[in-house]
Structures are given as C-alpha cells and as structure tokens.
C-alpha cells in the first residue's frame, strides 16, 4: 500500500512564507508526477504545481513566480515552497503522486491534505 504524509501548514501573515513537505511510503515501483492541489470547502481540487519524472514543473498562474515545487526521487518526497503568501491562498493543499506499483500497476494516491491559513 502506498501512502503520502504531508507536512508543513499552518497560520502565516500575508507576506510571509511556509514550506510544505509530502513524503510517499510503500510499493511503489515508478514516478511518474509528483504535485500540489488545493480545494477550498464547496470549490473545486485546483492545481497548484507538478513535477514530473522527465524535470518538468508547471504552475497555475496564480502561483507563478511566489511558489516552487521541487523534488527528491531517493526520498520520494516532494516538496512546495510557498513565498508571499496572500490571504486567498487559504486552502487545504493535497499532495499527489501518478506512477505505478512494483508491479507495474497504474498508481495514483493523493494525502490527507495540511491546512495552510494566511491571515491579513
């Protein structure tokens, strides 16, 4: 069984920066994108940010240029660097991850979720 735990939110002022971390565990053979979504209560899962196998990043352009995503394939873990957070950034964040078992079964597992709350 393969897991993500996700660390890293919290309360921050508008203006400051959090880092969030999701490490995966279990039989996972391939990775094939690792990201970032956020979904406020009674919207929709939006993206934040990927990273994919081949070194691939996209953002959504709300993020551009204030957040990084960035990864560690020996850890399995990936991470988001979030800088001059605003007050609408206030969201729960899910970690994804798209790969395959070891045995080479299709794989697409999504964390618990961290609550990130920027105040103003």
């Known amino acids: 069984q393969v897991q993500l735990v996700e660390s890293g939110g919290g309360l921050v002022q508008a203006g400051e920066s959090l880092r969030l971390s999701c490490a995966a565990s279990?039989?996972?053979?391939?990775?094939?994108?690792m990201g970032w979504y956020r979904q406020a209560p009674g919207k929709q899962r939006e993206l934040v940010a990927v990273?994919?196998?081949?070194?691939?990043?996209n953002y959504a352009e709300f993020v551009k240029g204030r957040f990084t995503i960035s990864r560690d394939n020996a850890k399995r873990t990936v991470y988001l660097q979030m800088n001059s957070l605003k007050p609408e950034d206030t969201d729960n964040y899910y970690c994804?991850?798209?790969?395959?078992?070891?045995?080479?079964?299709?794989?697409?597992?999504w964390g618990q979720g961290t609550l990130v709350t920027v105040s103003s």
């Open positions: 994804t991850l798209r790969g395959t078992t070891t045995f080479n079964r299709y794989l697409e597992v």
């Open positions: 279990g039989s996972i053979g391939s990775l094939a994108a």
């Open positions: 990273s994919t196998s081949g070194g691939s990043t």
